[in-house]
């Protein structure tokens, strides 16, 4: 492959952000090569390709960078128009998948984080606003599906999918650490079913880390939201620290 | 064709109500427009968004749009003349890049800015500082970020706005200035003058007003 059509993804495997790249890449059958990221000491490449967030992911394609998971995601789409879409092709069904991705990432997300970094009084009220995001998203889902079977495969997994299985692929670690369900199948039947399509996607699956390692980053965002510690390790955005840095990828 | 009907549910005063106006002007796209009371949300509303019960809302033929962003996308694959984004899958992703740039870290930081004090306040401010010379650096030489015309940031950015606004009612130095962001200052005045966007900025008084209704007790001990 010629050097200008060279695809590089900087990562680090922990981060749910990246696995979103990282699943659009190998849907759509896109070589690449991943360079694995010491979010305490960043490359200088990796300075340099993002330099307004300095984060993980970054895709780097005919030497040009883009950053932040929902815009790698869309111009993967926009760019290999080979593989399966990951957007529909109606402007309305694409609007409504934009709109729910929005509020997985913004409504969801960002209150997961919270309950996994708060306890006592603030955490249950955490816990309470997930739990109403998760009946907005349950109804919705009702509403984007319109009755029909929503079959999940590595053919036809789009933007929300992965969005989706970023967040709650973890969702067993999540319950173990934070004592909480949120992919319940009595309250939200749905979503739960969908969820659990979604970890069993072979692409998503080999993409995983096991189950303990996730545990062990959940355990250790807790601990250090919840103790500030004196050996200066602080807990940043999107969370990922010294020790997770050094831990092997899975 | 079949007749469209096409609503938009915003407010005056909303920078993200303002970006789909301009959308659909700069496509000639007929709307009627329905100004909400947000203390008093109409049934009509709540209905076509009831996850976020908020404004914008767009109403194609029935079917609803939420999510500034979502909506200008819907809006330039819909209407697919005078295009909003590039062509150019990577244009368009930079294009997005700061758009979400400008909701995430921009929106927060200004309306932290007008109420903060003191050492807070010139924190935010710094920052926003910061976040303009990044908009300077993807703007460059071009005229709008969209380069001739306006575009999908540009319309995205009228939100710069809601700042220069609230800093003049509130009586406190413009960030935005000729000296400090030329560039930035270049493309605001541009924006302004553009015949399309200029219908659709509120009268400056009215504006003025709000802000210092809204905020003016908040800097009362400055």
Redesign the interface.
Known sequence: MAEENKVKLHGMWASPYVKRVEIALKIKGIPYEYVEEDLVNKSQLLLQYNP?HKKVPVLI?DG?P???S???L??ID??WKNGPPLLPQD??K??KV??WT??VEKELLENVLLVVTSEGEAQEKAIKVVFEKLK?LE??LKDLFQGETHHIDGENMGILDIFLCSLFGAHKAQEEVLGVKFIDPEKFPLLSSWVTALTEVAVVKALQPPHEKLVVVYQFLRQKALQPSADGVEVKEGVYVRSLSRSSPS | MAEEEVKLFGTWASPFSRRIEVALKLKGVQFEYIEEDLTNKSPALLNYN??NKQIPVLV?NG?P???S???M??ID??WKHNPILPVD??E??MA??WA??IDEKFWPAARKSVVAKGEEQKGEIDEIQQQMK?LEGELKEKKFFGGESLGFLDIAANIIIWLVVAQEALGMDQILNEEKLPVLYGWLQRLLDDAVFNECVPPKDRHLDLFKVRFGSSIASK
């Open positions: 307004v394609h040009k883009i950053c932040e929902l815009v790698i869309e111009y926009e760019t402007p309305y694409r609007a934009r709109f929005s509020f907005l109804e919705g | 009831p996850v194609h079917k749009v939420a999510e962003l979502v909506i996308e819907y694959e819909t899958p990577y368009r992703a997005r890049f979400k740039y990044n």
